[in-house]
T-cell receptor, first 111, second 114 residues
Framework: KQEVTQIPAALSVPEGENLVLNCSFT??????LQWFRQDPGKGLTSLLL?????REQTSGRLNASLDKSSGRSTLYIAASQPGDSATYLC??????????FGGGTRLMVKP | DTGVSQNPRHKITKRGQNVTFRCDPI?????LYWYRQTLGQGPEFLTY????????KSRLLSDRFSAERPKGSFSTLEIQRTEQGDSAMYLC????????????FGSGTRLTVV
């Protein structure tokens, strides 16, 4: 059974800082990995999708990497802004049938 | 296309009542998923459909829960005899099998059982 862990559970940084969110998974036979953002009381917004054959994806100030062999992914946020404050969720798709989510990292960026 | 739509956004119900939620997926997506998320946790898989066929159900989906997707379009999730433990955010997502675009989620339905 796939298990996904996100560290840290919460993170508070000053505005402008670069930061890294970590995601680890136990079963490396994945189809793809997706990072989401969730604002309080809202649904999930997709940030980046990395296919199993890819090593990284970039979108604006966001960069996600994937190392299948070690069961790890990182989400790098450059020059953080208060508007980046949210919960970031990592989710793994093992067989194209469902996503298994981590517990999320709650990010607070202070002005 | 306006994405995945869920209704209602919020539902408050008394314990023991039945509730039904609706999800309208992206029209060209053939897969539809239901997830449940409790406060401070990541979403947990409940069930998914490919077209109108329900292909997998989690053990979290007790016999009080039932989901349908008639004609492979919108889906409904019904909870009978609600319990306080059913209070959660219920999220719907859709995808296109075999696509490289991942899953698209709706805004969710927040259920509070009092």
């Amino acid at each position: 059974k796939q298990e996904v862990t996100q560290i840290p559970a919460a993170l508070s940084v000053p505005e402008g800082e670069n930061l890294v969110l970590n995601c680890s998974f136990t079963d490396s036979a994945i189809y793809n990995l997706q990072w989401f953002r969730q604002d309080p009381g809202k649904g999930l917004t997709s940030l980046l999708l990395i296919q199993s054959s890819q090593r990284e994806q970039t979108s604006g100030r966001l960069n996600a990497s994937l190392d299948k062999s070690s069961g790890r992914s990182t989400l790098y946020i450059a020059a953080s802004q208060p508007g980046d404050s949210a919960t970031y969720l990592c989710a793994v798709d093992n067989a194209g049938n469902m996503l298994t989510f981590g517990g999320g990292t709650r990010l607070m960026v202070k002005p | 296309d306006t994405g995945v739509s869920q209704n209602p956004r919020h539902k408050i119900t008394k314990r023991g009542q039945n509730v039904t939620f609706r999800c309208d997926p992206i029209s060209e997506h053939n897969r539809l998923y239901w997830y449940r998320q409790t406060l401070g946790q990541g979403p947990e898989f409940l069930t998914y459909f490919q077209n109108e066929a329900q292909l997998e159900k989690s053990r979290l989906l007790s016999d009080r829960f039932s989901a349908e997707r008639p004609k492979g379009s919108f889906s409904t999730l019904e909870i009978q005899r609600t319990e306080q433990g059913d209070s959660a955010m219920y999220l719907c997502a859709s995808s296109l099998r075999g696509s490289d675009y991942g899953y698209t989620f709706g805004s969710g339905t927040r259920l509070t059982v009092v």
